[in-house]
């Protein structure tokens, strides 16, 4: 679903921002998209998720 979201809202080329990144979820649909993201979180676990995420694939 956030795959389809994101290639709605974010055109080719685009920047997405996600202020509320969480584990990632958003920016690895972006990635997957050929987006380009930006993800901020407040919560570390949730950031060593998501950079795992990213780095390593779902």
Not at 6 to 31: E, I, K, W
Request: glycine share 12%; aromatic share 4%; with cysteine.
């Amino acid at each position: 679903m956030m795959a389809a979201l994101v290639r709605l809202a974010c055109p080719p080329g685009g920047l997405l921002l996600d202020p509320f990144a969480g584990t990632g979820s958003t920016l690895v649909a972006a990635h997957r998209a050929g987006r380009r993201s930006i993800g901020l979180e407040l919560e570390e676990n949730y950031c060593r998720t998501a950079v795992r995420r990213l780095r390593h694939g779902p």
